[in-house]
């Protein structure tokens, strides 16, 4: 079974995900900034992490290097900054994939399970 750690502040679209994805069999955790995940990440395994960019204390982009170094898990980053630079600055430092909001869910599940 799928274990994702879902790192977004937006605690509405954070809740949304973790029910969405939970009715396809996929087990999340939910941190809202990086402190939390950081926490999380250092007491349990996942198969996978989404990561927004814009969080309150830091940048996904910054934490993003450490979070491949560290843990080696996927990362796709799930962001509001759709501008080509950023997606490309995303890709350069490691994440394996990258999906600009707004966003399908079926979509995103496509993603995540491939």
Do not use: Q, W
């Amino acid at each position: 079974m799928k274990r994702i750690l879902i790192i977004e502040d937006d605690k509405a679209l954070s809740s949304g995900l973790c029910r969405a994805l939970k009715s396809h069999d996929i087990v999340t955790t939910a941190a809202d900034d990086l402190e939390s995940a950081k926490a999380m990440l250092s007491a349990n395994s996942f198969s996978l992490v989404l990561l927004d960019i814009n969080l309150p204390d830091g940048n996904g982009f910054d934490f993003l290097p450490y979070l491949k170094k560290e843990y080696g898990y996927p990362v796709i980053i799930l962001t509001a900054n759709d501008l080509e630079t950023d997606i490309v600055s995303g890709l350069e430092a490691g994440a394996d994939d990258y999906i600009t909001k707004p966003f399908s869910l079926a979509v995103l599940r496509a993603r995540v399970n491939t």
